[in-house]
């Protein structure tokens, strides 16, 4: 086993991530893809292995930690968020991914992850977006479609499904995007995107369950409806998508608009995307309509919007570093002592 | 000019009671604090609503706070009172039945009127003042009120404001009564409002009348002498048990060279223990006030993984709600403290009340076999203690420990011969490091503890998981003998920490006797009073306390067949007695007060005395 | 006792809806006042009084009930939405109210808090803030400002606090309103808008704890500030407010900006407030700056946001009613006979 | 054409064994169907691995139906196998140790090629196929994957798909085998692929190869006839505990009159039962999935309070999270009915696998003196039994029930002489109705039960909490003396529901014996079986089979003492045990297997031979 403190250490290669265990997904399942990218992400990175931990909840996705070859913990349903943000106040020179399901983040540890948002703790956060409890073996779950029938919706689902990103937004997330597990070029970006954001990085991945949700996400992942369903927004860049990148997107007032490029429209007409503008981003969000809708808007992937906000570790270690600073090491003996004392003879 | 009489007594029982908003728990700690200066021992009990103000005047929203000093040993505030402060009816009411025949009512009179006789429910013509109920006491009658509004009329305060500074005025006629100082308590004034020096002059003011009301009337034809206590020669504090279960807490740090993360959500009566620890940031004390009990023991398991020392405070519900992550830190065997400083249950119960009723819990409150350490305080001061055993043991056995206080103890104060640092034994850590071969985080050492390896740690990456585990190596394993193995390897570990802990003694009493009354937590003091009295009388009793409750120390089963009779008190409603008849087969009996209120010593005495015949 | 099946009965009085018990919070709270109001808006609402049920949790607020002669459950911390979502599902024709704190809803609770919003019951959820845990003697809560001290922050808190109307917008709530204790029509208007809507009505209440965060919305409620801090919004009015209704908000692309309608600007020229337009009501949710701050917008009152949507508990029983009249009512025997049977003799 | 030989057997057991992905669970659930049909008695064994599907090929993806059926009365899936189907290397090597000696094998030999040697760990030169270990069985070599594809070579479906129906080639023969009808199955496929006609053909094609290869070949020199058994005359059906425990709730709301509202949060071995009670739209039964396990017991709860018969279901991690919430249902008095399907634990544990590790939780997992009625089903019917139990308890006596069942009685099937709605018990619900007087939601009947009295009723408006409430008037109450009143009704309220159960029986054996052992829950087919084997070989020895776990009933204390010794027979480290020690001071001994597998009969005989010397 190398250790890898020595700087001039030969440079890690994915294989240095890809732990002893049998990766056990169904065969097909897109975890297997999101897997691989981060394995081929985190050797650039230039940070040795085991300063790298990964935290998980439970469901399939929760798995990720055992084919890591880096610390890790598969823990409780709902809770990595919880846990993760126990390791890095304490641990604040780590790096914390948190791997989660749409389950394991929204439902049961929905909580949990909008408090996250909010503290913004310097964690990476990969959320495996299935639209469906694969672990239990398919029951819907909350970002499944309204009227979607399941082993526990037998007449369709009644539930309204959150919007992730925009419930992000309203939790105050400092980073949100989005990726899909059939897009390992853009997982990658995202994937670094989000490592050199300091803050919570909450990355949205839609990842396909081909045994209990399969083609969930067909009309983004296919070649033959990708470019006219997708949206791949970068920063500064005007929206633009298509077949032949002929459409693009205005703002008519508030309302986003899909126009033909080659019709009277051109890229400089478009809504230039900047991940910094809230209102835009949380427009942005609500690009969320049924791909099955006429007149629908295209489905965006990439970074919504970052902003820089102080983090909850490096507030917290400022005051210890202050409190020490301003009164000293603790002193024990004083500590005890307290105020007030008198002696006995 | 000293009109009064002066008598020297052995020890005073006091009872300060007036409204929520009378200031009666900062008068009993100011009046503590003296008495601990002056070397008394002592024994306090703060009895306060679930509201944070109930309605004025009302039997709902009675503050109380009772103190016990004396030169004698003190181990229990003491079952009456020889004084009781009465600022209104309904304070008067609510307390009377815990005063002694004979003993010392002071009454505001202002509080006896129409509107104060009605929210308390007394008919008009039933004005205990007027109608001889309380002829079997003496009776000091003053309108304190009035004297206050007369010495502030011209502060240029309000009268709510003023009203406000009455406890100062009875704070300080009580100094005067037991011939204390009144220096330190204008010290505190000054200090607590420094800001607002107009207020702190107002109150030194009402202190100072209290005491010249004293000096100067004729109420009071004695005043009394509480000499010093005959303690341990020593360095003494007074301390309450939650700041006493921190400080245990920070030692614990200090001499393992662990830091602290607490991980916690607010809850009485726990929510101090958070208080006193996010104070304490130069001590490297982390602090995280989460979203929930059960995001405050995940982040605390977060950070044991990390290589802190993972803590996390509640009281029965929230205890609840941890116990699923309990479960996971069992079976991921980090270190992780979990203290329980318990209430009047079930559900919400009596949030500000005191009982024993969580130790089930504690034993058998997860799913699957899931067996942990409990270890439980006697003493406001014994929490600082068990505080640091739950540490060491938690750290040096990789294990989650429940340590188990109750708001009795949690907020009742004592003097304390605290330790020097130095004196403290250090706690050895030694976390994992890298070798030749590869790294097996299940593997064990004697104590069957398994390597503590932390993230950063070159070579030691590893994964762990609440998945059933393969024995050496962490990895998941569905093997059916592997899952037995690990079931009874895990009730070993927990079962050899017998090894790490003191045999049981007897606190009081011969090796062999009669009856031996057993008990555990915050009863302490009310037993060994019980028992030392009882002795005195030449019973044939004896006392032992148990600390450790899982594992039990291993002499007990042992030592019971030295009596023939075994008494188990707790306030519950029979618990520990259910282990220990499960364990030993012994047919112990139940004393069991389920009232939201300690044991008095009578109680004790009365069960004791029945079972001796 | 009157028994109140008939429809003839007398109208009933905000007395009747007062219980027998004491109410026991400290004098001064803000509490008192919002009590006041549900009392006085209930007898208006033309139900007879058993068909109200409040649900709370754990808190100063949640002590709500117990003052309401009405039906009534003080539950445990942070459930009350879960408990409500049960009975109004299984009960629809109840008006179902929840009660609750910042720290109930916003911390233990807020997972239910923004699944109540999601699924739509409709139920009328009454948000007490005071920004602060008032039952637990004051530790600083999720609507806390930063830098706040508390008994648990002694060196300031260093949490980014909840915007709840961000938050609830972001979990897809269908009416999201804020009111002030201070202000009686405001609120009883705002309990009548929530009564009406059909769907989960998400008023949040400024709440002031005079014990321990005594003055947190002093600006907004005191005479002297109010007029200009405080923006109070009406469908189809434009954004108007200060002292002599002399400024106005208009948006600048997608920035509002206060204008002096004394300055060349007129009511005209004002952002008109549109209940059902999300992007809008996100922005108007982000009027959320410190009062402190210069160039800072006023805080806006009234109801941000207003669409239909159907409700879980609607559309629950007309499943129920459905199968029912698809399939016909259970037939027991046959239920528990299967599919296939076999007879011994 | 017969050329083979026909015998007739009383009772075969057939394991079916293959990858995750190679549908042994529907080849065993379809030939389970055919063998309760045709009037066996059965009992059956599924056993599955926690991943979805695991890597295919290797040991952790090896999924297992186990189906012993009989013409005498089968009470467990047998401890060993006559027949092993073994679809690849890694099914052989998994389970041949469960195969009798001269057993046969029936193995796809495609299953055994270099690949799925290397998968399964088997080095290449120990083939079993070949290296002469097998020699004790009797193996039938088959290349069924080969078979199987050039049935369907000109189906025009893919190798994939067409690899997937090989399981219907071995139902096939097994159907041969043992002289079955394959109509019910032909049927089945169907209906199955009502919309996908080219699959139910191509299925329909190889389970007829499979029969006539049977038929045709010379494989098997045998055939066997295991007879109907002689059941109670009755119409019967197979039937799953899971499926049990649905269809006794909806019989209880249909004899209760009492809508069923069901929240939870789906959860391993439990989500079946929200699964089944999602389709019963039509009975009035209202299905939540709630965020999670403590919303969906606070929608039970709300719902409950509305009137409905609020349930919640889960396992137990689950469980633990809704522990603080049941203590609110136990002081609010309402009716709740909680279904734990134990699992392997501790922490996620073993999520696929059996165990009664929940026991200790269920009685005392709650904070503060929260006791709850429990109750246990034995069987996959008896889960039918308990379950309307529960709702009948928790109705009529206003009090939240633990049901307990676990995953193998859920999961396992055995056939049913089912009841007839009219022969069901009425369960009488009286809600409260407006009086004269003042309505009190704590006044109690002769149970100690309090009314329930539903919103939109007029004139009972009232308040429920779970602060401590006043006797009667069910105010708020921090009264000392009121709250251990109250602490003790709760508990005395438990305890009376002895008059309301029925007294213990012994199951089998004689009334005063040497050795009397006792089970609860998923245990009774296997100490059954071990118990009448003894009796038949003349031993002194009982059976009791406790269902209702607390209150205890009334007479057990009694029963014990007719016995020399006691054995509690439990999937745990010991749980009831100890409280039978406690109340009865019984020194009673355990047996305790911790496997997340079943008691063999083997290990009961074993044992109580052992004791009985
Ligand atoms: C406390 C608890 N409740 C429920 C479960 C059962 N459970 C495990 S994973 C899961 C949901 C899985 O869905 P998701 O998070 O979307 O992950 P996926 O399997 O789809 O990747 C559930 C309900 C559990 N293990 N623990
Ligand atoms: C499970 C649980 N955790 C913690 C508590 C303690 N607790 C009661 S109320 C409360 C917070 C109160 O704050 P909020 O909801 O804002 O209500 P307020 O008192 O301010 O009206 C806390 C932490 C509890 N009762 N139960
Ligand atoms: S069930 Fe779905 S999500 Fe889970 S491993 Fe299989 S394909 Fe992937
Ligand atoms: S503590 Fe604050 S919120 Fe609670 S009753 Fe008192 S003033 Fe109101
Ligand atoms: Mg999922
Ligand atoms: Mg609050």
Redesign the interface.
């Known amino acids: 086993?190398?250790?890898?403190?020595d700087q001039t250490a030969p440079k890690l290669t994915p294989k240095d991530f890809v732990?002893d265990?049998?990766?056990?997904?169904?065969?097909g399942c897109g975890d297997y893809s999101i897997l691989k990218q981060v394995q081929t992400v985190l050797p650039d990175l230039g940070r040795?292995?085991?300063?790298?931990?990964?935290?998980s909840g439970?469901g399939?996705s929760s798995r990720f930690?055992?084919y890591?070859?880096?610390?890790?913990?598969?823990?409780?349903?709902?809770?990595a968020?919880?846990?993760?943000?126990?390791?890095?106040?304490?641990?604040p020179?780590?790096s914390v991914w948190m791997i989660s399901g749409d389950g394991d983040s929204l439902?049961?540890?929905?909580?949990?992850f909008?408090?996250l948002l909010?503290?913004?703790l310097d964690i990476n956060v990969l959320l495996f977006n299935n639209q469906i409890?694969?672990?239990?073996?398919g029951?819907?779950s909350?970002t499944s479609e309204k009227g979607k029938v399941t082993?526990?919706?037998?007449?369709g689902s009644?539930?309204?499904?959150?919007?992730p990103i925009?419930?992000?937004?309203?939790?105050?997330a400092t980073f949100v995007a989005r990726t899909m597990d059939r897009d390992p070029k853009h997982i990658q970006q995202m994937i670094r995107r989000g490592y050199e954001h300091t803050g919570t990085s909450l990355i949205e991945i839609y990842q396909n369950c081909n045994?209990f949700n399969d083609g969930a996400f067909e009309v983004f992942t296919e070649k033959t409806s990708k470019k006219n369903e997708t949206l791949f927004i970068e920063n500064g860049q005007p929206l633009i998508f298509g077949d032949n990148s002929d459409k693009g997107i205005i703002l008519d007032g508030?309302k986003p608009k899909v126009v033909d490029l080659t019709q009277g429209y051109s890229a400089s007409d478009c809504w230039v995307h900047d991940e910094q503008?809230?209102?835009?981003a949380?427009?942005l969000a609500?690009f969320f309509d049924n791909p099955s809708i006429e007149g629908h808007l295209p489905r965006p992937f990439g970074v919504f919007y970052a902003i820089e906000?102080?983090t909850?570790n490096d507030?917290?270690n400022q005051?210890?570093a202050?409190?020490?600073e301003?009164?000293?090491?603790?002193n024990?003996?004083k500590?005890?002592?307290?105020k007030?004392?008198?002696?006995?003879? | 000019m000293e009109t009064a009489e002066e008598q020297i007594l052995e020890s005073v029982v006091i009872r300060f009671a007036g409204d929520s908003g009378d200031g009666m728990q900062l008068t009993g700690t100011q009046f503590t604090?003296a008495a601990?200066?002056?070397?008394n021992d002592l024994a306090t009990f703060p009895d306060f609503p679930a509201e944070i103000r109930a309605p004025q005047g009302t039997l709902a929203g009675v503050s109380g706070y009772q103190i016990h000093f004396g030169s004698k040993k003190i181990n229990t505030p003491g079952d009456t009172c020889d004084v009781l402060v009465a600022m209104n009816v309904a304070a008067l009411k609510a307390n009377i039945g815990q005063l002694k025949i004979g003993g010392t009512i002071i009454v505001n009179s202002d509080g006896f009127d129409s509107k104060n006789l009605r929210l308390a429910n007394v008919p008009e013509d039933q004005n205990p003042l007027e109608n001889g109920s309380l002829d079997k006491y003496e009776v000091k009658k003053l309108d304190i009120t009035k004297i206050t509004r007369l010495a502030l009329a011209d502060s240029g305060m309000g009268t709510k404001e003023i009203d406000r500074s009455k406890n100062m005025f009875v704070l300080g006629l009580i100094y005067w009564m037991y011939n204390r100082s009144i220096d330190?308590s204008i010290e505190f004034i000054n200090s607590k409002f420094k800001n607002k020096p107009q207020i702190a002059e107002a109150n030194i003011k009402l202190l100072k009348a209290g005491y010249h009301y004293g000096e100067t009337t004729e109420t009071f034809n004695a005043r009394y002498e509480v000499k010093?206590a005959e303690?341990?020669?020593?360095?003494?504090?007074?301390?309450m048990g939650n700041e006493a279960l921190a400080?245990g807490l920070?030692?614990a740090s200090?001499k393992s060279k662990l830091?602290i993360?607490l991980?916690t959500y607010p809850i009485t009566p726990a929510s101090d223990i958070l208080h006193e620890l996010s104070k304490?940031?130069?001590?490297?004390?982390?602090t995280?006030q989460?979203?929930?009990e059960?995001?405050?023991v995940?982040?605390?398991?977060?950070?044991?993984?990390?290589?802190?020392i993972?803590i996390t405070t509640s009281s029965g519900p929230g205890i609840a709600l941890k116990m699923?992550?309990i479960?996971?830190a069992t079976v991921?065997e980090l270190p992780l403290v979990i203290c329980n400083i318990q209430r009047g249950g079930p559900s919400t119960g009596l949030p500000t009340k005191t009982e024993q009723s969580d130790l089930m819990q504690a034993l058998y409150g997860r799913n699957g076999e899931c067996p942990v350490p409990v270890i439980a305080a006697a003493t406001p001061s014994d929490c600082?203690n068990m505080a640091f055993e739950a540490v060491r043991i938690a750290a040096q056995h990789m294990i989650p420990v429940f340590l188990l206080s109750d708001g009795y103890i949690a907020n009742g104060a004592e003097p304390w011969?605290?330790?020097?640092?130095k004196d403290l034994p250090e706690i050895k850590i030694d976390f994992a490091k890298?070798t030749e071969e590869?790294?097996m985080p299940y593997a064990r050492d004697e104590k069957l503890s398994r390597p503590w390896a932390?993230?950063?740690?070159?070579?030691?990456?590893?994964?762990?998981?609440?998945?059933e585990k393969q024995h050496i190596t962490g990895?998941?394993s569905y093997d059916a003998h592997n899952h037995e193995f690990m079931v009874k390897l895990r009730q070993e570990k927990v079962d050899k920490l017998a090894d790490d802990i003191p045999l049981q003694t007897i606190d009081n009493g011969a090796e062999k006797a009669d009856v031996l009354i057993i008990g555990w937590g915050s009863t302490y003091g009310a037993i060994k009073t019980a028992v030392n009295a009882l002795l005195l009388d030449g019973k044939s009793v004896a006392h032992a306390h148990i600390r450790y409750l899982n594992p039990l120390p291993k002499n007990i089963g042992e030592l019971l067949k030295n009596y023939n009779k075994v008494l188990v008190a707790e306030m519950n409603n029979g618990q520990l007695i259910k282990i220990l008849r499960d364990r030993f087969l012994v047919d112990a009996i139940g004393l069991n007060k389920i009232q939201g209120q300690p044991f008095t010593t009578e109680e004790i005495k009365n069960k004791l005395s029945e079972i001796l015949g």
């Not at chain 1, 890591?68 to 809770?79: L, V």
């Not at chain 1, 082993?151 to 007449?155: C, I, N, Q, R």
């Not at chain 2, 995940?298 to 802190?308: L, P, Q």
């Open positions: 086993m190398t250790t890898l403190i732990s265990q049998d990766v056990r997904w169904c065969p040795p292995k085991e300063e790298f931990v990964f935290v439970i399939c930690p055992y890591m070859d880096t610390y890790g913990m598969h823990s409780i349903h709902g809770r968020a919880a846990i993760a943000t126990g390791l890095k106040s304490s641990r020179e780590l439902s049961i540890g929905g909580n949990h909008i408090h909010r503290r913004n409890y694969g672990l239990t073996k029951q819907y909350p082993k526990s919706t037998p007449m009644i539930d309204h499904p959150f919007n925009a419930l992000s937004m309203g939790a105050d045994v508030f503008d809230q209102v835009k949380n427009i609500r906000r102080p909850y507030l917290l005051q210890i202050y409190a020490i301003k009164n000293g090491e603790g024990l003996d500590l005890i002592a307290g007030e004392t008198w002696t006995i003879n | 604090n601990a200066l002056y070397g330190k010093p303690m341990a020669p020593g360095v003494y504090r007074s301390i400080y920070v030692a200090v830091p993360f991980g304490y940031k130069n001590f490297g004390v982390r995280f989460a979203e929930d059960i995001a405050g995940c982040a605390a398991i977060g950070a044991s993984y990390g290589g802190s993972g699923e992550a479960g996971l991921l600082f011969c605290f330790p020097q640092s890298p590869k790294f932390v993230p950063g740690t070159p070579g030691l990456e590893h994964r762990i998981g609440g998945l990895n998941i």
